[in-house]
């Protein structure tokens, strides 16, 4: 980037052009943002690239050369691999290798976003139902000694009265 700065002597106006080395900004703004469509045509065993933790991999060329195979790399194309990706837990010197691979940062608006699920109207209506069933179960747990009390004090009272009577 070029900035033009304007200095007044007596007589006249001098511009001089200083070279601005906006580095890291530049670098940042050619940061690829990829789309899940646009990630997921890269599905192969030639052609393999994953999504972890926001970022964007062209694994190819490792494939060969993965200590758990290439097949568990291919099975995690086309979605967010973060989680598979953790679950192995790899070493640093996996993590530190991702950074040759990297092509990008996902746009996560064209993810599918957790939590979005939403249970179909039936069985949201079945949910309630078993939900009723869980409550009543507990009323009868509260409800049945209370009544074997009550039952057995009663057959008590009249073996007691009929043996008076006799
Ligand atoms: C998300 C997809 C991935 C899955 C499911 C996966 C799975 C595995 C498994 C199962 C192992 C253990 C192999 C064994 O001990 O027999 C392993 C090891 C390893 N993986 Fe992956 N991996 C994945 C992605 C990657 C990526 C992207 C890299 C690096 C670019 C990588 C680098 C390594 C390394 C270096 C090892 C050796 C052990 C270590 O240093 O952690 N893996 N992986």
């Not at 045509?41 to 030639?46: E, Y």
């Given at each position: 980037m070029t900035a033009r700065i304007s200095v007044k002597t007596g007589c006249c106006t001098h511009f001089i052009f200083v070279v601005v080395a906006s580095g890291r900004s530049e670098m940042t703004s050619e940061t690829k943002l990829l789309s899940l469509e646009e990630v997921s045509?890269?599905?192969?065993?030639?052609d393999c690239w994953l999504i972890i933790s926001g970022k964007v991999y062209d694994i190819t060329p490792f494939l060969d050369d993965h200590p758990g195979g290439d097949e568990v790399l291919v099975l995690a194309?086309?979605?967010?691999?973060t989680e598979d990706f953790e679950d192995v837990g790899h070493s640093q010197n996996a993590r530190n290798m991702l950074t040759d691979y990297y092509v990008g940062d996902i746009d996560i608006n064209t993810m599918p976003q957790k939590g979005q699920y939403k249970k179909p109207a039936s069985s949201s209506g079945s949910g309630s139902k078993s939900g009723s069933g869980s409550s009543s179960n507990t009323m009868v747990m509260l409800v049945l000694p209370i009544l074997m009390l009550v039952l057995a004090y009663g057959l008590y009272y009249f073996a007691k009265k009929d043996k008076v009577i006799d």
């Open positions: 045509k890269h599905d192969s065993k030639t194309t086309k979605k967010d691999a």
